[in-house]
């Protein structure tokens, strides 16, 4: 009941029931108070229960074990559909975010944190690099096929950022240039990555996942193959993204 209608998978099983959701909670623009507090009319008060029975049932019985510090980071190991939940958007019974409480973190393996670790020391000795990919002007299709739409804001967005940072350390690849194959090859030295393009997720069969760069030469997918092999040093990736779910878009 979190998710847009549209987003959820065909394919689950028999024994989780899919909730009865009123069709004004998939509207845009319901979708838009989900997880935004103030003054809000319509189905809000609806909207706002599946993410109070989450926190009860995720957040809840370990609340007392989880850091009393303020500011503290929670990070958080999800499993199998527990991925498609934002956990940052629970709502504890007071109507706090977790996010007020904490800084989240989210991982899909314990043993991740090592090899960040070892990838925060590697990154810490390099000289700063910021690499921003942006607007692709070929866009390649989506698993339906369809054509994605352009992103022109995107450009602005990474531009925005990069004028605020010193000239030597920025490398910008918008429009033609935001080739995988300058991805590739730019990547490895940056320390900061921001990606602001679409990202295709599908859930059942994750090696079609992508991002969308520039497609002229017929290569404008960046797959999960294609990130493992990329080798990266970065301190941060910022994935600035419109995501899809499947064969289904949403912003």
């Not at 998939?26 to 108070?33: D, F, N, R, S, W």
């Not at 935004?36 to 229960?49: C, D, E, N, P, V």
């Not at 939940?85 to 991982?107: M, N, Q, W």
């Amino acid at each position: 009941a979190t998710l847009p209608k549209n987003s959820m998978r065909s394919g689950l099983p028999d024994t989780i029931k899919r909730p009865e959701i009123p069709p004004d909670v998939h509207h845009a623009g319901q979708l838009q108070t989900i997880a935004t507090r103030g003054q809000h009319s319509g189905s809000r008060a609806f909207s706002l229960k599946p993410w109070r029975r989450l926190y009860s049932l995720l957040i809840a019985p370990v609340a007392s074990a989880l850091p009393q510090e303020d500011d503290a980071l929670l990070t958080i190991v999800p499993s199998g559909s527990l991925f498609q939940v934002s956990f940052a958007a629970l709502v504890d019974p007071k109507g706090h975010y977790l996010v007020e409480r904490y800084r989240t973190h989210t991982i899909p393996m314990v043993g991740l944190l090592q090899y960040t670790r070892n990838n925060a020391v590697a990154a810490a000795s390099r000289p700063t690099h910021y690499l921003f990919i942006a607007a692709p002007n070929h866009l390649p299709a989506g698993l339906d096929g369809l054509p994605l739409p352009a992103l022109p804001g995107t450009a602005a967005e990474v531009h925005a950022v990069a004028e605020r940072l010193p000239p030597p350390q920025v490398t910008v690849l918008t429009g033609d240039d935001a080739l995988r194959l300058r991805v590739e090859r730019e990547a490895p030295a940056a320390t900061f990555l921001h990606f602001a393009t679409h990202a295709i997720v599908d859930s059942e069969h994750p090696e079609n996942t992508f991002l969308a760069l520039d497609n002229v030469w017929g290569a404008g997918r960046l797959t999960l193959d294609d990130i493992y092999a990329l080798h990266l040093h970065a301190r941060l990736v910022v994935l600035s993204i419109h995501r899809a779910f499947g064969q289904n878009s949403a912003e």
